[in-house]
């Protein structure tokens, strides 16, 4: 319980220290897992997220597999059936979750702090983690449904455009599949192939834990030990493929009953170590990343109302991740629509951006810094990003002045050497003009 | 302090709201009739800033339909002091975040902020509450702009067609009968004196409730609040007509034939809500948000385990139910049936659920976990100040007192077994059931046309 006396203190110490970031532990478990902490003791409930290097990166030739196996593990763990599982969580309102993306697998689960809520929940947290049965009924089911969901996606313009985006931006790297897999390899994919999938990415030595809430060091130690501890130590995942740069345009129209046209545009992009990660990343919030005030919003939406969202943005992954631009707009305006994108990326590439577009650019990201960390959730977020990235532990700490320090030139000189809009990738997806 | 038994186990489970938890609020009303709510939440250094006018598409009648969600859009488009897109300028180059939304019975505006910038929101706001311009020109544009946001999320996609088609269907001549976009044709004829005129009728601080939720002192903002929208005129807002749906004679039916791959069932009956309850029945909203929390109350919920895990009928399906709308609402159920069964095969997995909760008593294990689900959240959502101010701005909006946010949990917890099969009885009934099948047309796909290297070149 927290006196109110020190919530007082607590918001006179913030209010002193606008920028401060939260302050991160980190340590590793005796089985070489990382561990990344942050004390929020105002609320009595505790965020943990465990993170394995077990996305669908891994999925090798069987396509979804990361996926299955990530779904699998809550169906039935050291010998408690799916309704077990869930039933333990639901019993003392602890919230789980799983999802497997292209670098990470991700397992998250919200408690309360109180003993006779924690533990229970820890407990089978821990089972979930470290004793998957994969039982075969469960896994059927599963197998089902993702290839239902498979089949939805061909009812979504959105959807079909972006699964076609990654398989022609990475027509050699594991990237250019989509983590829900395909319905052949989905299909071919067994119980087997998920335990050997599990056996070997989901170890110690591949897995980041980050713990955010009211629970001390020591507790919080005693938490990240029980959920890795029965893991074994195994082995990192090795260093993925680099991705290789795209060596002609292509554009690639696909038909569909659809009154929209959907246009995704783009390129391998850049790293989450990326040396240009801040170059890129204020010159796109310039350019398509800052919602309504950006350039491309600007020219599509508010200059012409072509659009109701438009947008461009890097996606850093542990490999170079997509540098996208994307709208909709009704399918007899594709092109022109199309056109003002085209355009207005190649002038930001050729012009970089204005003084005062660069200033408004710092002014909002630095004055913004506060709100990207002001709950357990967004914290315990970036807590995953540093561990699963190595990315450095004063990371929110150089932030603003990192943002600070990038020039006008600087950014027109990344854009020039990273993006080539000669080289890039269109995908249309929508309907014939209707004549009118 | 709440406490909750837990008997399966044979352990007791404490949930201690600590003293930090029962948040401080604080009600103000400003001569102009403007109230402002604030919420003291002093874990981080941010303030989040709604103002919620009492508008929305319930408010709306045929031919204008969707005209309140425009009127959010043109909101952004210009005032007497500031050129359109300006206001957006502003808020950015304060570090801020901003959007609007509009519901069935409200539309409200907000900036999340460092909170030194409260100032910003407050200055933008009051000037837009009565000094919109509404430029023919920019009307045009962003007419279009909204055509294609409802292309996007409603002409484009098969659930949202049946969504609308079910609304349209359950509701004949209460305003949830309307989309909140508007329908297309509708959209494509707003004039800008048409805009003029709703923004004359509904944007006044006796109209508005501005809610404050962050690391603020009441008293500062109050001062604040006085400064920046103290000046407003006042404004003789339209009483509504009641608009109160007709009864039910028998079930209703529809069918939508679109384009898609999967076949998708909705059900929703007509029941009370918080606002529409008599006050001996003031319990009966509770007991239906309960019955949703059996059927649907995560993982291990009776849809899960029985429809997804147990007999497979069901890819996925929903219940949902709203218990602080203005108006009197449906309890929905949605859902996709699993290859090799049919939207009919489901529809009576759901009603063999159904009449499960009007002849069985829900178990006390699954009443208990609902309780301790519903204690836990009033706990996480703490985590989020946007949707603090969320539930205080809503609830006003509707015309409830935002401290029914805080009973909810006690209401909750007052459910009994009893109660949820009384509700059933009384409301899980064809005289109130509209039911909707979206039947897939089959897609055509044809052969994707690839243009290699260079047509369409920089």
Redo the contacts between chains.
Sequence with gaps: MISKIWVVIMGLLLSFTVNASPTIDHWQTANGGQVYYVYTPELPMVDVQVIFDAGAARDGDLNGVSLLTNALLNEGAAGMTADQVAAAFDDVGAQFGNTSQRDMAVLTMRSLIADNALKPALDVFGKVLAQPDFPQASFQRIQKQLLLSLQAENQSPAAIASRRFYYELYPEHPYGTMPSGQVDTVSAITVDDLKRFYKQYYVAQNAVVVIVGALDKSQASDVANELLGQLPEGDKAEQLAKVEPLHSAQTIHIDFPSTQTHIVMGQPGMSRDDDDYFALYIGNHILGGSGLVSQLSNEIREKRGLSYSVYSYFRPMQELGPFQLALQTRNDQAQQALDVMKNTLTSFIKNGPTDDELLAAKQNISGGFALRVDSNKKIADYLAMIGFYGLPLDYLDNFIDKVNAVTKQQIKEAFNRRVKPDKMITILVGGEAETK | MQMLK?I?QG???????????QAQVSEFELDNGLKLIVKED?????VVSQVWYKVGSSYEYNGITGISHQLEHMM?KGTENLK??EF??IV??????E?AFTGRDYTAYFQ??????LHVSFRLEAERMRKLVIDDAEL??????????R??RT????QALLREAFNATAFVNSPYHHPVIGWMSDINHYQAQDLRQWYQKWYAPNNATVVVVG?VEPQVVYELAKKYFGPLKAEQTAELKPQIEIEQKGVRHIEIEA????PYLMMGWKVPVVKTVAADAAWEPYALEVLAGILD?????RF??DL??GD?IA??IGAGYGLFSRLKDVFLIAG?P??GKTVADLQQAVMAQIDKLKTELVTQEEL??IK??V???A??E????FYQAMQIGMLETVGLDWQLSDAYVDNVQAVTAQQIQQVANNYFINQRLTTAELI?LA????K???????????
Aim: proline share 6%; hydrophobic share 35%; charged share 30%.
């Design positions: 837990k399966k352990f007791w489970i404490f949930l201690t709201i600590s003293s930090a938890a002093h874990r981080a250094p941010v952004f359109p897109n957006s300028q950015a180059a304060n570090g801020g975040n959007n999340t902020l460092e909170k030194d910038r045009l544009k962003e007419r279009e702009v909204v055509a294609e946001e292309r996007m002409e484009d996609n098969p690391d384009p898609a791959e999967l109350g995560g993982n291990s919920a899960a385990r997804v895990r497979q890819a996925n996709t699993v290859k208990n976990r301790t689900q204690v836990a959240n706990v996480y703490r985590d989020s100040v897939p897609l055509d796909h044809k994707p046309n690839v243009t290699a290297g260079g047509r369409h070149d920089f």
